[in-house]
């Protein structure tokens, strides 16, 4: 049959845009989500909407809850197609169209059907039937996108071989995001909702790993958001409209003291929501101080932005359009909005620029928003309070203290030195001045020393006259110089106190970090924290530990003892269920004296951090910061308290199961010479003599409780070796029928022969395995359907080949095994409650080493009405 191309469908399709179905996918991040629920549930809404709806092919893998929803939907016979001898079922194409439903419900769009069919994907064989105007319902993971392979592979190391083309996104009408968290996927794993709880397990350790699974939801998100910005620019553009909105943003709000500065954070949040973008809120701390009004304000706002949810970012300096553009280039910040700054007059004149006019000379590619105050906002009340506040009284005395020093020395130094001089001593105090003052201070003193210059000292005195041109220039100069030498020594001043700030934030966070390090167990860390805690918030502090049953630990507080009613305790408690800060400055019972902070690891709260601040002020952003810096790194240490204690766990539990090893070995060793000599004996007397009927029925039984003992010393060898490492398989080429025949000899007696019932392919089937291990294996297995199965029941050994892959199955009759220990019969030592006397536990364990050991697996499974099923599965190989 002639296949047709995917490009001439795909061409064909958009040719016939105005008579085709609609394309809707649900769309997840990895298998078990719940697509193909959501699918069935929106596909029997449809139904009781009477839409005739028709199921082309789903995939319940077995899960009831997905089984039920498919009863009262209409579903068509799949297609058998014949490859190589084998019949697989495919979706009827062929059907769908000839009952030309409504709707048609298609699972797992990157199918690839089997050789034979008309199209080699199924996702061409949708496009055919939307093609016949039929909607079409269908399913779809992010790693099956064919424009994401490379990521998939780069995040997950995994190859995917069935994708779709980006084009069938593109064609989907509409795309439903069905996302669940990672956490809340492996819970479905481990209930065995997605997999066997084998394969369950294997899946979580690789592919379903967190790390893979929060990467495969992020693209899926990112996936789900740009289709519907296509199609709102699609929407836009039938309508005329401009503007289309961008998706993968990231947004920078300044925030200051000012009350414009709320309407900013409330804004940026709008478009955050519009863009679906992240954002942050940045605060730049210079070396001007604030009132304790301001503080408060910046703090109120802060707080709002980072309960519309920003990204909270404290930095020091004064050249603040670099530092905010700084924090954008790390932070790959997108667009940065800020508030239009208030030109005045004379800086238009001199050519001064705003801030916003440096931040779009410093941006480069990142987009710049200014955003208009309003007039309330540019003369907010309490702006001449922020002038005057920066006006300090104690400076200006000084200067002028300066000015009256410098002037009495001049006079005494005049007639000595000449005019000239004195101008030097007034710009050496100017220069001497701005290593302590303040700018405006400095002006001031550069000012009051031209004036006092030119008066006292310059011809004509005690006149603003000048004898000559020279003299004017000489003053001109002087005033120039002595004001820049002014701003430029304050400017200097005003980096070493922003500098100063810094390295004391830095040594604080240093020493914390060395104590912390130096600190011999988890109590002696908190203690040292908490201690340095107290010097940053003028406070006590302690700790509070979480036990394993999430319950504080109230008698063993960490640090300071600090009294705590039954409501306090009860409030803990509600931070530890919560995972959320209470107490004083939170958003929860804010009136109580006590802050009450949780600290997190791996999402839960491991201790809680309780503060009694001895001053009433609120902590500045300063300390705030420093603060969050220091449970950061208390939270690290007991993360690190945790891992130690799961190490030294392991450490105990290889020190033990080593222990155990050797000693089983050395016992097993004892055991197996005067087994051996005991069980030659017994061959001879039962072979060269004659004995009485009773006496030989005796030797007999003690000849095959000898065997048994032997053949559980043999086991316990055999697992002190694969403990240990000392075993690996001699690979050979083994025959099947070899195999199976040398295991019944060693495990079937004569009376058992009628129970097995062998089914094996004809001719010859080879495996490239160790037959030690293979035999021991399957020996090991029919022993345990023999003693453990129905008595007198029937033992089934079947032989198949699937994908090159040799599956022994052996079969028994019996009950099988309850769901919820189904998993555990591989352990070591594990016997089951209803297990029959005798054995040790081993039998199925080693059975499954051994077979992993020559890559292959050992599965088990109970059967349906009653049986139980133990497969071993081997990489089939032809000899050469």
């Given at each position: 049959m002639e296949r047709p191309d995917p490009d001439a469908i795909l061409a064909r399709v958009?040719?016939?845009?105005?008579?085709?179905?609609?394309?809707?996918?649900?769309?997840?991040?990895?298998?078990?989500?719940?697509?193909?629920?959501?699918?069935?549930?929106?596909?029997?809404?449809?139904?009781?909407?009477?839409?005739r709806?028709?199921?082309?092919?789903?995939?319940?893998?077995?899960?009831?809850?997905?089984?039920?929803?498919?009863?009262?939907?209409?579903?068509?016979?799949?297609?058998?197609?014949?490859?190589?001898?084998?019949?697989?079922?495919?979706?009827?194409?062929?059907?769908?169209?000839?009952?030309r439903p409504q709707l048609v419900l298609v699972d797992e769009l990157a199918h690839t059907n089997a050789p034979g069919s008309r199209h080699p994907k199924r996702y061409q064989d949708v496009l055919e039937i939307l093609s016949a105007d039929i909607d079409v319902f269908t399913t779809l993971n992010v790693q099956h996108v064919d424009s994401r392979r490379e990521d998939i592979l780069a995040v997950t190391r995994v190859v995917v071989g069935e994708t779709v083309p980006d084009t069938i996104l593109d064609e989907a009408s509409e795309i439903t995001l069905v996302d669940i968290s990672p956490q809340a996927l492996h819970q479905r794993l481990a209930e065995g909702k997605v997999y066997v709880p084998d394969q369950a397990r294997a899946a979580t350790t690789n592919f379903f790993k967190t790390e893979n699974l929060t990467a495969l939801r992020e693209m899926a998100l990112r996936l789900t958001t740009a289709h519907v910005n296509r199609n709102l620019r699609s929407l836009m553009s039938a309508k005329g409209l401009s503007g289309p909105t961008r998706s993968g943003e990231r947004i920078l709000v300044a925030v200051g003291i000012t009350p414009f500065s709320e309407s900013l954070i409330r804004m940026t949040r709008r478009w955050a929501g519009m863009l679906d973008a992240s954002w942050i809120a940045l605060h730049v701390e210079g070396s001007a101080s604030f009132s304790e009004e301001h503080k408060e304000r910046l703090m109120k706002n802060l707080a709002l932005a980072r309960q519309l949810g920003a990204e909270i970012i404290h930095q020091v300096g004064d050249d603040l359009a670099q530092v905010i553009v700084d924090v954008a280039n790390k932070e790959n910040v997108t667009q940065i909005i800020v508030g239009k700054s208030v030109e005045k007059n004379w800086q238009r004149f001199l050519g001064i620029p705003t801030l916003a006019d440096r931040l779009v000379a410093l941006s480069g590619q990142i987009d710049v928003h200014m955003v208009r105050m309003s007039s309330a906002d540019k003369n907010f009340p309490d702006k001449p309070k922020a002038f005057l506040s920066k006006l300090r009284p104690h400076e200006y005395g000084l200067g002028l203290l300066m000015f009256a020093i410098a002037t009495a020395a001049n006079l005494f130094l005049a007639p000595l030195t000449g005019y000239h001089h004195t101008g030097l001593m007034y710009l050496l105090t100017v220069v001497l001045s701005g290593s302590f003052l303040g700018r405006s201070a400095a002006f001031m003193l550069a000012a009051l020393s031209a004036l006092a210059w030119d008066f006292l000292f310059i011809p004509p005195q005690y006149t603003?006259?000048?004898?000559?041109?020279?003299?004017?220039?000489?003053?001109?100069?002087?005033?120039?110089?002595?004001?820049?030498?002014?701003?430029?020594?304050?400017?200097?001043?005003?980096?070493?106190?922003?500098?100063?700030?810094?390295?004391?934030?830095?040594?604080?966070?240093?020493?914390?970090?060395?104590?912390?390090?130096?600190?011999?167990?988890?109590?002696?860390?908190?203690?040292?924290?908490?201690?340095?805690?107290?010097?940053?918030?003028?406070?006590?502090?302690?700790?509070?530990?979480?036990?394993?049953?999430?319950?504080?630990?109230?008698?063993?507080?960490?640090?300071?003892?600090?009294?705590?009613?039954?409501?306090?305790?009860?409030?803990?408690?509600?931070?530890?269920?919560?995972?959320?800060?209470?107490?004083?400055?939170?958003?929860?019972?804010?009136q109580q004296p006590h802050m009450y902070l949780p600290l997190m690891s791996s999402g839960q709260v491991r201790a809680v951090l309780v503060i009694n601040l001895l001053d009433e002020k609120p902590l500045d952003l300063a300390q705030r910061t420093l603060l969050e810096s220091f449970m950061a790194l208390m939270t690290v240490m007991l993360e690190k308290?945790?891992?130690?204690?799961?190490?030294?766990?392991?450490?105990?539990?290889?020190?033990?199961?080593?222990?155990?090893?050797?000693?089983?070995?050395?016992?097993?060793?004892?055991?197996?010479?005067?087994?051996?000599?005991?069980?030659?004996?017994?061959?001879?007397?039962?072979?060269?003599?004659?004995?009485?009927?009773?006496?030989?029925?005796?030797?007999?039984?003690?000849?095959?409780?000898?065997?048994?003992?032997?053949?559980?010393?043999?086991?316990?060898?055999d697992l002190t070796k694969l403990d240990t490492g000392n075993l690996s398989p001699n690979f050979a080429w083994c025959e099947v029928k070899d195999i199976i025949a040398q295991a019944l000899k060693q495990v079937v007696t004569q009376a058992d022969e009628k129970r097995i019932q062998l089914d094996c392919p004809q001719g010859p089937l080879y495996v490239n395995a160790d037959f030690y291990m293979i035999t021991q294996s399957l020996k090991n297995i029919v022993h345990n359907a023999l003693v453990h199965g129905p008595e007198g029941g029937e033992i089934d050994i079947h032989v198949r080949i699937m994908d090159r892959k040799i599956r022994i199955s052996v079969i028994d009759q019996g009950e099988g095994i309850p769901k919820e220990t189904l998993a555990k019969i591989f352990d070591k030592f594990y016997r089951g409650a209803k297990t029959k006397k005798g054995g040790l536990g081993l039998g199925l364990s080693i059975a499954r080493r051994f077979v992993q050991l020559n890559e292959g697996d050992v599965e088990a499974e109970n059967l349906s009405p009653k049986g139980f099923m133990v497969t071993i599965t081997l990489p089939m190989a032809e000899k050469e």
């Open positions: 958009k040719a016939e845009d105005n008579h085709r179905g609609k394309l809707k996918i649900f769309f997840g991040m990895a298998p078990g989500v719940g697509k193909t629920y959501a699918m069935l549930q929106e596909a029997r809404q449809r139904q009781n909407e009477g839409f709806v028709l199921v082309g092919v789903v995939m319940t893998h077995g899960r009831p809850e997905t089984q039920a929803l498919l009863e009262g939907l209409e579903q068509i016979p799949q297609k058998t197609v014949n490859y190589r001898g084998i019949n697989l079922e495919e979706m009827d194409i062929d059907e769908i169209l000839k009952r603003f006259g000048f004898k000559s041109s020279y003299d004017m220039g000489l003053l001109g100069m002087f005033f120039i110089t002595a004001l820049m030498m002014g701003f430029v020594t304050s400017k200097l001043r005003r980096q070493k106190e922003v500098e100063q700030k810094q390295r004391l934030r830095s040594e604080s966070l240093y020493e914390l970090t060395r104590a912390l390090a130096l600190s011999t167990d988890i109590a002696q860390a908190m203690r040292v924290a908490t201690s340095q805690i107290n010097l940053l918030c003028q406070s006590t502090s302690c700790v509070l530990m979480i036990d394993e049953n999430e319950q504080p630990l109230f008698e063993n507080a960490i640090g300071d003892q600090i009294e705590m009613t039954d409501n306090q305790k009860g409030l803990v408690q509600w931070v530890v269920a919560n995972k959320k800060a209470a107490g004083r400055f939170s958003d929860t019972l804010s308290d945790q891992l130690l204690k799961i190490s030294r766990e392991a450490k105990m539990r290889e020190d033990t199961q080593n222990l155990q090893s050797a000693l089983l070995d050395n016992l097993s060793h004892e055991l197996k010479t005067p087994l051996t000599i005991i069980s030659g004996y017994l061959d001879a007397l039962v072979l060269y003599h004659q004995w009485p009927k009773d006496a030989m029925e005796l030797l007999e039984e003690c000849r095959l409780a000898c065997l048994r003992l032997t053949s559980g010393v043999d086991a316990v060898l």
